[in-house]
Nanobody, 132 residues
Framework: QAQLVESGGGLVQPGGSLTLSCEVS??????????IGWFRQAPGKEREGVVC??????????VYGDSVKGRFTIIRGNAKNTVYLQMNSLKPEDTAVYYC?????????????????????WGQGTQVTVSS
């Protein structure tokens, strides 16, 4: 059973930066098939995909949500099974609980978007608040 633990959330001013971490156990990011992603959920809103990274045999893909393109970056850590979300130029509308998720099918990251229903394993979330 995979376990994902997020950390690094907090309060940051508009225009600032924050890096979230996701430590994954019971699931390897070196398989031929996997997907790992970051999602967020603001109060009263549906959970949305922020970014995901997938690998299916020899095909790798990284997909960003439209609202974060050019500002957020997903990074594979040097340590095994660690993934980071680097967030720059943060806006108040980025305020949400951020979740890390994984899929052992390798599905979930598509050219047309990120499908949260393809992800099997979820972390507990970490709060990010962007406010002055």
């Amino acid at each position: 059973q995979a376990q994902l633990v997020e950390s690094g959330g907090g309060l940051v001013q508009p225009g600032g930066s924050l890096t979230l971490s996701c430590e994954v156990s019971g699931f390897t990011l070196e398989l031929d098939y996997y997907a790992i992603g970051w999602f967020r959920q603001a109060p009263g809103k549906e959970r949305e995909g922020v970014v995901c990274m997938s690998s299916r045999v020899s095909s790798d893909r990284t997909v960003y949500g439209d609202s974060v393109k050019g500002r957020f970056t997903i990074i594979r850590g040097n340590a095994k099974n660690t993934v980071y979300l680097q967030m720059n130029s943060l806006k108040p509308e980025d305020t949400a609980v951020y979740y890390c998720a994984a899929a052992d099918s390798g599905y979930g990251c598509y050219d047309h978007g990120i499908n949260k229903y393809d992800f099997d394993y979820w972390g507990q979330g970490t709060q990010v608040t962007v406010s002055s």
